[in-house]
Structures are given as structure tokens and as C-alpha cells.
């Protein structure tokens, strides 16, 4: 029986499940053959620190599932646009892990900045009263713009930010989404690039928060 000891993240091949695994090997028996006495403790992802005790239903995306993601939408996003300034416009806070990786796979010259807006408060459902908090400094007028989301739920963030935006003379406007739920009925753009089609559930993790916590989880988790 092989001997795990530290932790590692674990999935079923074929279905969604995985965690993250603490692992820990007793002293074997001084006289028991190789390896029989070599027992594991297990504990699950909800005993992750991070989670303060709060419960999560599953990991749905694990670190590892996420950067190969991260680096194949940069490459999409590299052989989009051959020419012409691009500007990523981060919109803050959800998409903060996710701008930060995903412009380091981006192959070509880009420009960065951020729009911070806010509608969920401490709620789990968008109040539908988008706030912007922070407007870019960034001159947009003639540049492809590529607005990063880091999910899209009802759509109601993009639909008022893309109308905002046209307004600004740009060369092209185009949304790139890390999770998108499918359930934005009202969502007037479409979304250019997807990183994965997410379950309706509540995700935290990743630079998503309840309440301001759980951004700084490596993964995106379902919350019970
Ligand atoms: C969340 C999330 C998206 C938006 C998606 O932001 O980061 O920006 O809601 O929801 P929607 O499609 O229903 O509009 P939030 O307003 O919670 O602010 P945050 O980015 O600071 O977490």
C-alpha cells in the first residue's frame, strides 16, 4: 500500500468529486511485514483553515483545474487580438486572483486597469443595484477592451458595465468570464471568453467572497 503523508488535492476520474486531503502515516509496527500497519488520517476540505469552520459542500475547482484553464485563456486571448492596443480592465474585487494570473499567459503587449463595482453587500443574491465604486483612469477611446469578470450570475454587473463602456468610443469591447452560470437570461453581451461553465451554487474562493470572506481560498468551493 503506498504511504501518503503531508496532504494533496485527490479527484474521482469521471465525476465531480474532489478535496483536498491532510495525510498523516503511523509509525508502522516494528514487527508487522512492510507497510501493513501503515494507516491514514484523513481530514476533508471543510477543516481547511481558511473556511473559519464554515461548511462547504465541494470543491468545484481545484488549483491545479483552474491554472491549466487560466493558461489556455491566455492563449486564446493572445491569438485574438494580433494588433492594436489592448487594455484588460479588471473588474474588482471578484476578479482580482484571476486578472492576476490570467495577464501573465497573455503573450502580447496589454495595458491593465480596474473598475471596482458592488451589488451583493453580505447577501448571497445580487441586490440588483450595481454600484460603481471606481471608474478606470484609463483612456479607452480607440483600444479593444477585454472586461474580466470572475463570474456572471444574473448578468446584471455586465449589462450595466458593457453600457457604460460603449459609451466610451472603444475599438472593440469584449467580456472574458472565469465561471458563468448560463442562468443570465437578461444578459444583453455575449461572453467572449469562458472559463468554465459553473454550477448555479453559491462559489467562494479564487477572489469570490460571502460577505468579504473566503477570496483567499486556492480553489472555488460551494458553500453549504
Ligand atoms: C459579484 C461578482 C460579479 C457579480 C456577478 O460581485 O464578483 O462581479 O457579483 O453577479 P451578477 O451577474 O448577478 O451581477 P459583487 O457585486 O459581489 O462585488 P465583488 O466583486 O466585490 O465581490
Excluded at 450595466?160 to 469584449?174: G, Y
Aim: charged letters at 25%; one cysteine or more.
Amino acid at each position: 500500500m503506498p504511504r501518503l503523508e503531508g496532504g494533496g488535492w485527490w479527484s474521482l476520474p469521471g465525476t465531480r468529486s474532489c478535496g483536498f486531503l491532510e495525510c498523516a502515516a503511523a509509525p508502522r509496527q516494528p514487527s508487522g511485514p512492510a507497510d501493513r500497519w501503515c494507516c491514514i488520517t484523513v481530514n476533508a476540505t471543510t477543516t481547511d483553515p481558511r473556511l473559519d469552520g464554515r461548511p462547504v459542500k465541494r470543491i468545484v475547482y481545484d488549483p491545479e483545474r483552474i491554472a491549466r484553464r487560466v493558461r489556455d485563456l491566455g492563449a486564446e486571448i493572445t491569438a485574438a487580438y494580433p494588433d492594436g492596443t489592448l487594455l484588460v480592465l479588471g473588474l474588482l474585487k471578484g476578479s482580482f486572483i484571476f486578472v492576476g494570473d490570467l495577464v501573465r499567459q497573455i503573450e502580447r503587449p496589454i495595458q491593465i486597469d480596474f473598475l471596482v463595482a458592488s451589488s451583493y453587500g453580505h447577501a448571497t443574491t445580487s441586490s440588483g443595484d450595481v454600484r460603481l465604486v471606481y471608474d478606470p483612469e484609463t483612456k479607452l477611446e480607440g483600444k479593444h477592451i477585454l472586461l474580466v469578470e470572475d463570474i456572471v450570475d444574473s448578468g446584471r454587473t455586465l449589462n450595466r458595465l458593457m453600457d457604460l463602456l460603449s459609451t466610451r468610443r472603444p475599438q472593440s469591447l469584449e467580456i472574458c468570464a472565469l465561471l458563468h452560470k448560463r442562468t443570465a437570461t437578461h444578459l444583453r453581451y455575449p461572453v467572449r471568453f469562458v472559463g468554465f461553465d459553473a454550477p448555479n451554487e453559491f462559489l467562494v474562493g479564487y477572489g469570490l467572497d460571502h460577505a468579504e470572506n473566503f477570496r483567499h481560498l486556492p480553489y472555488i468551493a460551494s458553500l453549504q
